[in-house]
């Protein structure tokens, strides 16, 4: 009995210092991938006259169930795995601290993405059959990337999963089930979002690449070093940057340039990276934080920006 309450009381500890945990399990701090691509899909139909409110509603759904759905699995597999111990200095995680049981988290993962292919259903009339298809490979992906004979991210495939499925996939589907149409500029756009997600989780690989290295994962950042990963993260930057200069010039537009109004902040927060190798956990929490309301900043005004060229 007094095993029992004294594992009660670390559970009820830790619970007080992180907060809900489910919402921790589903880390906001990532929500903007998910985001980001829809409203950059969304408004690119408006600026080509084929702007749909509920279809890029359910799109805006589905996005975000897939991704809570990827990170629940992700808190499972990692515990499983053993990527997640008391080594990582990186936020709470659900099942490893124990706030969480396995079997909750299973079925909740199971839930979320099963909610997911039913709210993505309703895209069906606008899109096909087929993106149920599209819909059921989301899903298998994101339970890969962290599970299975071969998780993606466990490989180095992570980067490459988040790049297409948060970027390309997310954005050219998004524009395709509001206008019925395929649009080069939509992939290219989709670049965005890609990029940036893949910065999100390049400061979770980095600050983790010791614990990720134990447990065998083999990220981007174990496999090629940490310098690596640092200028992988620069060079996403420069490919959202390059992709608005290629947008306002295919559209002429000077409004597609907004997000430069960012540059000064992206390259301190670059510069803040390269230095916190061996830093705790505070510099790292800073700079997930940062790096995601840096493309959540930097998709809302490409967005704005969209919508403005499309007006004026």
């Avoid at 990532?30 to 279809?55: I, N, R």
């Avoid at 309301?293 to 005004?301: E, I, S, T, V, W």
């Amino acid at each position: 009995m007094t095993v029992t309450a004294s594992a009660s009381s670390v559970r009820a500890a830790r619970l007080r210092q992180g907060g809900n945990p489910w919402i921790l399990a589903a880390r906001p701090k990532t929500l903007p991938a998910a985001v980001v691509p829809v409203c950059l899909g969304s408004a690119l139909a408006f600026v080509d006259g084929g702007f749909l409110w509920f279809p890029a509603l359910i799109c805006l759904s589905f996005a975000l169930l897939i991704q809570i759905g990827t990170n629940f699995a992700n808190d499972y597999f990692d515990f499983v795995k053993g990527a997640d111990t008391e080594a990582r200095i990186g936020p709470t995680r659900a099942v490893a601290a124990g706030l969480v049981t396995p079997k909750q988290m299973r079925r909740a993962t199971a839930g979320v993405f099963g909610l997911a292919i039913l709210i993505g259903a309703l895209l069906l009339p606008y899109g096909g059959w087929w993106l149920l298809v599209v819909g059921l490979l989301s899903v298998l992906c994101g339970i890969a990337y962290t599970g299975g004979p071969y998780p993606l991210g466990y490989n180095g495939w992570g980067d490459f999963f988040v790049f297409v499925f948060f970027g390309l996939v997310a954005t050219g589907f998004t524009y395709f089930v509001q206008t019925g149409a395929w649009s080069a500029t939509a992939w290219i756009l989709g670049c965005v979002p890609g990029a940036l997600s893949a910065n999100i989780l390049m400061v979770n690989n980095l600050r983790d690449v010791e614990t990720d290295r134990l447990a065998g994962k083999r990220t981007l950042v174990v496999r090629w070093g940490i310098a690596y990963g640092e200028y992988q993260y620069l060079a996403m930057w420069g490919l959202a940057y390059v992709v608005t200069l290629y947008l306002a010039w295919v559209l002429g537009s000077l409004w597609i340039l907004l997000p430069w109004l960012l540059f000064a902040w992206v390259l301190q927060v670059s510069v803040t990276l390269r230095r916190s190798q061996g830093r705790g956990a505070g510099r790292w929490g800073y700079l997930l934080a940062t790096t995601a309301k840096l493309m959540l900043l930097f998709g809302a005004l490409l967005t704005a920006g969209l919508i403005l060229a499309a007006v004026f």
